[in-house]
C-alpha cells in the first residue's frame, strides 16, 4: 500500500493535519514503514494513520507490544496482581485466529 | 443506570457500584481497603459489560466501569492509565475469544486503545523525557509490525 496526499485524503484526516502533511510532504509516495519515518510528521498523526492501514493482527501485535513496554508501571503498584500480564498473554495466543 | 436495570431488574451490582462510589468522600486519598473495593465493583461491573448484548445496557455498564476506574486511579495517573490499558487489552481479549468479523474489528479498536492508554501512562510519568521515549518506541514497535 503506497502512502501518499491521495491516499491519506480519502481517510478524511482533520483539515489542519492534513494540511500541515501538504506543507511539508505533499510529493511523498511511499510505503508505511517510509511514512513512518517522516521528521515532519507527528507521532499522532503516525499512529492515526497506521492504525488505519494495518491488518488487525498488526494493530494487536502493536498493542501487545505497547501494552507490554508499560506494563511494568502497572505491576510496580500492584505486584501481586498479574491480570495485565495474563491478558496481555492471552491477546498473543489468539492474535492468530482474530484475521 | 435505569436503562440497565430496566433490561436486569435483579442485577444490582451496577447499582451497588454507584452506590459505594458515592460513599467516598475523598478520592485523592483511598486507603488501600476502598481502592481494593473499587476494584472488586469495577470488575463486577465489567462482568455485566461483557456479559451485556444490548447496546444501551452495555454503554451504561461501560460508563460504570470507567467511573470506577478513574475512582480507583484518581490518586496516580499512572495507574489510572495503566488501569485502562488493562480494560481495554481485557476487551480486545474478549472480543478476540469470538471470532467473528465484527469482533476482530473490536479486537482490534480495544487493542488501539490498550496500547494508547499504555503509552499514556508513561505520558503520565513525571518528564517530556520519558513520553518522547515512549513515543519513540512505540514507532519502533509500528515499524516493527509493519516489516513483518
Redesign the interface.
Known amino acids: 500500500m503506497q502512502i501518499n496526499k491521495e491516499f491519506l485524503k480519502s481517510l478524511n484526516p482533520c483539515a489542519d493535519r492534513y494540511e500541515n502533511y501538504l506543507e511539508h510532504n505533499a510529493s511523498f509516495d511511499g ?3 517510509d511514512f ?1 519515518e517522516l521528521d515532519t510528521i507527528s ?1 499522532e498523526d ?2 492515526w494513520v ?2 488505519r492501514v ?1 491488518t ?1 493482527n ?10 507490554e ?3 511494568h ?2 505491576e510496580d ?2 505486584p501481586d496482581d498479574k ?2 500480564s495474563n ?2 498473554d ?2 498473543k495466543t ?2 492468530d ?3 | 443506570m435505569y436503562i440497565f436495570e430496566k433490561e436486569y431488574p435483579k442485577d444490582k451490582r451496577f447499582s451497588d457500584c454507584i452506590n459505594y462510589l458515592k460513599t467516598v468522600n475523598d478520592f485523592n486519598n483511598l486507603t488501600n481497603a476502598q481502592v481494593l473495593e473499587i476494584k472488586r465493583h469495577e470488575s463486577a461491573v465489567y462482568v455485566v459489560h461483557y456479559a451485556t448484548t444490548d447496546a444501551a445496557a452495555y454503554a451504561a455498564a461501560y460508563a460504570a466501569a470507567y467511573a470506577a476506574a478513574y475512582a480507583a486511579g484518581s490518586a496516580n495517573a499512572a495507574t489510572t492509565y495503566a488501569t485502562y490499558a488493562y480494560h481495554s487489552a481485557t476487551i480486545s481479549a474478549r472480543c478476540a475469544y469470538h471470532s467473528a468479523t465484527i469482533s476482530a474489528r473490536c479486537a482490534a479498536n480495544y487493542a488501539t486503545l490498550a496500547a494508547a492508554h499504555a503509552a499514556l501512562s508513561i505520558c503520565a510519568s513525571p518528564g517530556d523525557a520519558a513520553q518522547q521515549k515512549q513515543e519513540a518506541l512505540n514507532l519502533q514497535f509500528l515499524k516493527q509490525v509493519t516489516s513483518l
Open positions: 510505503s508505511i514503514s513512518l507521532y503516525k499512529v497506521a492504525v494495518l488487525s498488526q494493530v494487536v501485535n502493536w498493542s501487545v507490544l505497547c501494552a513496554s508499560v506494563v508501571i502497572f503498584k500492584h491480570i495485565l491478558c496481555i492471552f491477546l489468539v492474535n485466529s482474530i484475521t
